[in-house]
């Protein structure tokens, strides 16, 4: 499979703890993309990678978020101290600087705070 | 800032008719681009057709075509035979990179359901 994959697919965590992502882009993509979708939504752009470098942070991406893409290839989000409102689907994107711009998703890994 | 509108929050159409989903936007850059995405319950977000700003012709893919009516704003996707498959949530998203910016904005979609 030659898709954007995420995991874990599902997340079940008590307020208050620490929670991590993984993404895994398609190999000759060079941006990443982290969207959060709550239920009844379109996905929300939180921040986005051209290789190693976050060149772009929502607002929505408080201080308790953090994202990373170390050698720029796949990507980590970690959310500290979760909260209830932090639950919801996280989708990963990723795409070519040339072309149209179109995103390739993975699954998504939803998160449920209790 | 960009906005993304999606007026239907369900629709139903019959298999093997055309059924054609809105989505009007709002932004003040010149350039821009609008998509389609296709949510199954699997939750995976699937593209299904591109327009730019700048394009002429109105974009075709398969059984998917987009009425770009640039003047009033709207993008709506037009989906030709419908089949019991095409039963999804239906995202328009709009990049707006004049700005430097590649976020996509989603509006809040449409529900299809497709009867046999």
């Known amino acids: 499979d030659t898709g954007v994959s995420q995991d874990p697919r599902h997340k079940i965590t008590k307020r208050g703890q620490n929670v991590t992502f993984r993404c895994d882009p398609i190999?000759?993509?060079?941006?990443l993309y982290w969207y959060r979708q709550t239920l009844g939504q379109g996905p929300e752009f939180l921040t986005y990678?051209?290789?190693?470098?976050?060149?772009?942070k929502s607002r929505l991406l408080s201080d308790r978020f953090s994202a990373e893409r170390p050698k720029g290839s796949f990507s980590t989000l970690e959310i500290q101290r979760t909260e209830q409102g932090d639950s919801a689907m996280y989708l990963c994107?990723?795409?070519?600087?040339?072309?149209?711009?179109?995103?390739?998703f993975g699954e998504g890994s939803r998160l449920t705070v209790l | 800032a960009q906005k993304i509108t999606q007026t239907q929050p369900g629709m139903f159409v019959q298999e093997k008719e055309a059924v054609t989903l809105d989505c009007t936007y709002d932004?003040?850059?010149?350039?821009?681009?609008l998509f389609w995405y296709k949510q199954p319950s699997s939750g995976e977000m699937i593209f299904l057709i591109y327009?730019?700003?700048?394009?002429?012709q109105n974009a075709t893919e398969g059984r998917y075509s987009l009425n770009f009516q640039k003047a009033r704003k709207s993008a709506n996707l037009v989906i030709s035979a419908s089949q019991l498959g095409d039963s999804a949530m239906y995202f328009c998203?709009?990049?707006?990179?004049?700005?430097?910016?590649?976020?996509?904005?989603f509006g809040k979609g449409t529900k299809l359901s497709v009867i046999p």
């Open positions: 327009q730019g700003s700048y394009d002429q």
């Open positions: 990678f051209q290789n190693e470098a976050q060149l772009e």
């Open positions: 994107a990723s795409s070519l600087v040339e072309g149209t711009g179109e995103l390739f």
């Open positions: 190999s000759e993509h060079n941006r």
């Open positions: 998203a709009m990049e707006s990179s004049g700005a430097g910016s590649y976020q996509l904005t």
């Open positions: 932004t003040s850059d010149p350039s821009y681009g």
